[in-house]
């Protein structure tokens, strides 16, 4: 996920961190083809940015997978403890099956 909101933080980690998310979205994403995945963020996540995850969903997408992606205002990720958190646990609940 190129779009990283505050790797500046620390650049050497930032620099690595950028050459894996290129070497991730044009050499691994588009091996992973006819899965159906579920994508949760939190749109104030202060690592990656949301624009970030909804170009890995469209990554994903492009590579013949069902994509649905849930977004949750005001969390970041630490989200199964965040805003949105038990609606996030019912989700992953629902994904897995558990009844």
């Known amino acids: 996920m190129k779009d990283t909101v505050n790797y500046e933080e620390n650049l050497p980690q930032g620099v ?9 979205e044009n050499d691994l994403v588009p091996q992973v083809k006819g899965e159906k995945i579920t994508l949760l963020y ?11 995850f909804e170009t ?3 990554k994903l ?5 069902e994509v649905r992606t849930f977004s949750f205002p005001k969390s970041g990720h ?4 965040d805003n949105g958190g038990e609606k996030a646990k019912k989700i ?8």
């Open 56 to 58: 890995f969903a469209s």
């Open 42 to 52: 939190g749109e104030d996540d202060l690592t990656f940015s949301a624009k970030g």
């Open 16 to 24: 690595e961190l950028n050459d894996s998310a290129v070497y991730m």
């Open 61 to 65: 997408r492009a590579a013949d997978n």
């Open 78 to 81: 630490m989200l199964l403890y």
């Open 92 to 99: 992953i609940e629902d994904v897995i099956g558990v009844k």
